[in-house]
């Protein structure tokens, strides 16, 4: 599995060129990418990256990748991110590291949005895991139970035997909803819910699913 995941994390470089500014996801594959990066950036490819998480940007700077911020730069040509799940119609499920808000913030504002992933994140339909869905710490006993009348059985977060805190501050529940059929449907309801930061459904956001099989990788395109 780490395999395919570097293969597809090692095939996104291509889509990045010079001069571009690059959103950097986060999770285990996402870490492939950056850390191959770093290596084009010492042989000259010069881009700026706006990391999607704490552990994205000390990876980076480790390694050397430039970072910039949102008040630097008016747009990201790119973001490359993982995903937990991704569906028939390249609805993702994502989060499972706790870093979805600011993902969505990064892969939503990008020109182009790539995904990487190993096979076994393609389900049928998104919902085999819970739904991260990340909510504020107040009130999150009845931002629980107002998930639970949408019908999802809610768990908080345990990290270490703490309650996982976000890079925002925030708790995350983790919800079983069973299958998603409707992914933008249920999203919507949540972020409806007084309290709910963000959920990890990202939806109409894909241009690009580069999967790693085996030691070959298939490009999906939207
Ligand atoms: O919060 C975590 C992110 O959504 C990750 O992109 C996702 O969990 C995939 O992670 P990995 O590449 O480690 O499987």
Redesign the pocket.
């Known amino acids: 599995m780490d395999l395919e ?1 570097k293969l597809a994390a090692e095939a996104s470089i291509d889509f990045i060129k010079d001069g571009m500014v690059v959103g950097l ?6 870490n492939w990418m950056v850390r191959k990066l770093g290596e084009k950036v010492k042989q000259g490819l010069n881009i700026r990256g706006i990391p999607s998480s704490k552990k994205t940007e000390r990876l980076a700077l480790e390694v050397g990748v430039p970072l910039t911020d949102f008040a630097s730069v008016d747009c990201i040509d790119i973001a490359i ?4 799940e991704i569906d028939g119609n390249l609805n993702l499920l ?7 808000v600011r ?1 969505k913030v990064v892969d939503v504002n990008a020109d182009q949005f790539i995904v990487i992933i190993d096979q076994s ?1 393609v389900v049928e339909e998104l919902g085999e895991l819970p739904l ?1 869905i990340e909510v504020l710490q107040f009130g999150w006993e009845i931002i629980a139970k107002k998930i639970a009348e949408l019908g999802g059985e809610t768990v908080i977060r345990i990290k270490d035997e703490k309650r996982f805190i976000s890079d925002n501050g925030n708790y995350i529940l983790d919800c079983k909803f069973g299958k998603i059929t409707k992914p933008e449907e249920l999203h919507e309801k949540l972020k409806l819910l007084t309290g709910v930061v963000e959920t ?1 459904i990202f939806t109409n956001m894909v241009d690009k699913v580069i999967i790693g099989r085996k030691d070959e990788v298939e490009v999906l395109e939207k």
Request: without cysteine; neutral net charge.
């Open positions: 995941k996801g986060s999770g285990s594959t996402v991110d993982g995903a937990d994502k989060g499972g590291g706790g870093s979805l993902e994140k991260p990890g």
